[in-house]
């Protein structure tokens, strides 16, 4: 026996309503997962992604900013102090400034005014959350990666 019109009617109603309801939170929250994964893409592509410093990248560029303190200590030996620009090592001292690993816009560069001494380091290129820094008065390096 088949069903009557008006059954099929309301079958057929209710399963296309609760189709498109699904179909509607579905859609949703495919659109809302899509965003999210766009955004987390479009921060990384146009924030620099410092926020993904490996520990190698940190550790070569440790190393080669002790490279650069070196040649900073070398300028003071025969100047009787730091130079003003970290360029003043080229050529003498360095055949070119060795650039960080990490994601970073370039080294920064701090002589101190009051004392011989100086600041080195780097930061990450928009937060400015993750920076690695050298202070020659204490003669270290440390990593600081905004609390995260």
């Not at 070398?74 to 003003?84: A, E, L």
């Amino acid at each position: 026996m088949g069903k009557s019109g008006g059954e099929k009617s309301r079958v057929h109603g209710a399963l296309t309503a609760g189709g498109c309801a699904f179909g509607a939170v579905g859609f949703v929250i495919l659109f809302l997962a899509t965003f999210f994964v766009l955004s987390v893409l479009f921060a990384k592509f146009t924030t620099g992604g410092g926020w993904d410093w490996s520990e190698t990248d940190i550790e070569q560029t440790r190393q080669r900013g002790t490279v650069l303190v070196a040649a900073l200590e070398s300028y003071r030996s025969d100047h009787g102090t730091f130079p003003g620009k970290l360029d003043a090592l080229v050529p003498r001292y360095l055949p070119a400034i060795p650039p960080p690993a990490v994601d970073a816009p370039g080294w920064s560069y701090w002589p101190s005014k009051r004392e011989p001494g100086f600041t080195l380091g780097v930061w990450e290129s928009e937060t400015y959350d993750d920076h690695l820094t050298y202070s020659y008065a204490y003669k270290e390096w440390w990593y600081d990666n905004g609390g995260f």
